[in-house]
């Protein structure tokens, strides 16, 4: 009986230090690498020669939910960016998105997009 109350305390504080040095070796990549899953790296912004927002018809304002850092919005970014006739600008701040086009995009593909990178989207505004 007299060793299992030596034991037993010491398994559970092996276990809660094991659980301190993994939260504190997380936080402390978290901080330098940005928390949002960006493959351990940072995200570059995608540099696009498409920005003056006069020449697309269509814009759309997206509500954007799950946002820690500024990887976060720039993943998301850089997503549309990548599209042809698609411009973006994601403010983690406002947790939100504009994202002009000059074709008309669906709801459903714009939020299959930031859902697909593992965000959640609240209202999309549609303004033409």
Known sequence: MEILQIIIPT???SAL???AIISVKTYLRNLAQGCCGTGGGKESKIKVDKS???EYKYKYTVEISGMTCKNCSMRIENVF???DGILADVS???GS???YSKDPLTEFS???TIVGLGYSVGGITEEI
């Open 52 to 54: 003056d927002v006069s």
């Open 97 to 99: 998105g504009i994202i």
């Open 81 to 83: 960016n990548r599209k």
């Open 11 to 13: 398994i559970i504080i």
């Open 110 to 112: 714009i939020r299959q």
């Open 92 to 94: 983690l701040d406002e």
């Open 17 to 19: 230090v094991i659980i």
